[in-house]
């Protein structure tokens, strides 16, 4: 792919996260996600409700021109929207380019995963819900990828047990596990009993149920051992934030912190250095 391509994909990836943005504010936990009577119409500034101008539009660059306000109130628009287009742009060209630069079809997958997990943790920061449908979407790009294995193991000509962590998926694993359905059903039924159980003792209060079948979804699309990988990243994120939080008493112990972004943070990290985290850490206490 030359370098013509992967400045077509950003571009078309920042125009994705300009559609992301406008899903994620609109989305009302009662409705669907793609319900067009929500996310149809024309964009306007959410506080003085103008409709905006096509220049005013342009993923990123309206935004600094316009030094980040209206340009009718004024008033401070969010970073949010320079910030999930970027994030999207980089989806487009860091996928190909680094995890399956020979697969088209691999990478079509794992865009949709990571878009989707994006727009999982806009609307679960802002609502404090994971909805169905994308939970769904997830299991079907695992579905489709279990299959694409199964059919043609070729296709991970650069994993070794279909993992991310490549030879060192071989020290977390078990013999069982050598089917590739097997697998991601077991990371997929384990990452869900932890979260069920959280769940259950903890009465709601640490995670809510979107967050368990999320457990289940990601465990399907990542198998073992990645899916533990991405969720011990997600907790040591988690805390790490929440205990910064506390210390500058933004939160307290009552307040609740959405998931979802710190696993689907995990999901990246796994996907993206889970062999470069893995390897550092055997090397730091010199094994």
């Not at 384990?190 to 209060?205: Q, S, T």
């Given at each position: 792919?030359t370098y013509?391509s992967?400045?077509i994909l950003?571009?078309f990836?920042?125009?994705?996260?300009?559609?992301?943005?406008v899903v994620?504010i609109r989305?009302?936990?009662e409705?669907?996600?793609?319900?067009l009577k929500?996310?149809g119409g024309?964009?306007?500034c959410?506080?003085?409700?103008?409709?905006?101008?096509?220049?005013?539009?342009?993923?990123?660059?309206?935004f600094?021109?316009q030094?980040g306000k209206?340009?009718?109130?004024g008033?401070k628009?969010p970073?949010?929207?320079?910030?999930?287009?970027l994030l999207?742009?980089l989806?487009f060209?860091?996928?190909?380019?680094i995890?399956h630069p020979?697969?088209?079809?691999?990478s079509?997958?794992?865009i949709?995963a990571?878009?989707?997990?994006l727009l999982?943790?806009?609307?679960?920061?802002?609502?404090?819900?994971v909805?169905?449908?994308l939970?769904?979407?997830l299991i079907f790009?695992?579905?489709?990828l279990?299959?694409l294995f199964s059919r043609?193991?070729?296709?991970?000509?650069k994993?070794i047990n279909?993992?991310f962590?490549l030879?060192y998926a071989l020290?977390?694993?078990?013999s069982?596990?050598?089917?590739i359905?097997?697998?991601?059903?077991?990371?997929?039924?384990?990452?869900?009993l932890?979260f069920g159980?959280?769940?259950?003792?903890?009465?709601?209060?640490?995670?809510g149920g979107?967050?368990?079948?999320?457990?289940?979804?990601l465990?399907?699309l990542?198998?073992?051992?990645?899916t533990?990988m991405a969720l011990?990243?997600a907790?040591?994120?988690?805390?790490?934030?929440?205990?910064?939080l506390m210390?500058s008493?933004?939160k307290?112990?009552?307040?609740?912190?959405p998931l979802a972004?710190?696993?689907?943070?995990?999901?990246?990290?796994?996907?993206?250095f889970g062999y470069q985290i893995?390897?550092g850490y055997?090397?730091?206490?010199?094994?």
């Amino acid at each position: 792919m030359t370098y013509f391509s992967y400045i077509i994909l950003f571009i078309f990836g920042l125009a994705i996260g300009s559609f992301l943005n406008v899903v994620s504010i609109r989305f009302k936990p009662e409705n669907k996600v793609f319900d067009l009577k929500n996310i149809g119409g024309r964009s306007a500034c959410p506080y003085c409700h103008k409709i905006l101008h096509w220049y005013e539009l342009v993923p990123i660059i309206s935004f600094f021109i316009q030094a980040g306000k209206c340009r009718s109130c004024g008033h401070k628009l969010p970073w949010q929207y320079p910030i999930v287009e970027l994030l999207s742009g980089l989806i487009f060209v860091f996928v190909p380019y680094i995890l399956h630069p020979q697969s088209n079809i691999l990478s079509i997958i794992w865009i949709l995963a990571f878009l989707v997990l994006l727009l999982i943790s806009l609307i679960d920061f802002r609502v404090f819900f994971v909805p169905d449908e994308l939970i769904l979407v997830l299991i079907f790009l695992g579905f489709i990828l279990n299959f694409l294995f199964s059919r043609s193991p070729v296709l991970g000509i650069k994993l070794i047990n279909h993992s991310f962590l490549l030879q060192y998926a071989l020290v977390f694993s078990f013999s069982w596990l050598g089917n590739i359905w097997v697998n991601h059903l077991f990371a997929a039924l384990a990452a869900g009993l932890f979260f069920g159980i959280l769940f259950y003792f903890w009465k709601g209060k640490i995670l809510g149920g979107g967050d368990v079948k999320l457990g289940f979804a990601l465990g399907f699309l990542l198998g073992w051992p990645d899916t533990l990988m991405a969720l011990i990243l997600a907790f040591i994120l988690g805390g790490i934030t929440g205990l910064a939080l506390m210390i500058s008493r933004k939160k307290t112990m009552k307040d609740f912190l959405p998931l979802a972004p710190f696993l689907a943070i995990g999901v990246v990290l796994t996907v993206f250095f889970g062999y470069q985290i893995v390897n550092g850490y055997f090397s730091l206490i010199g094994l």
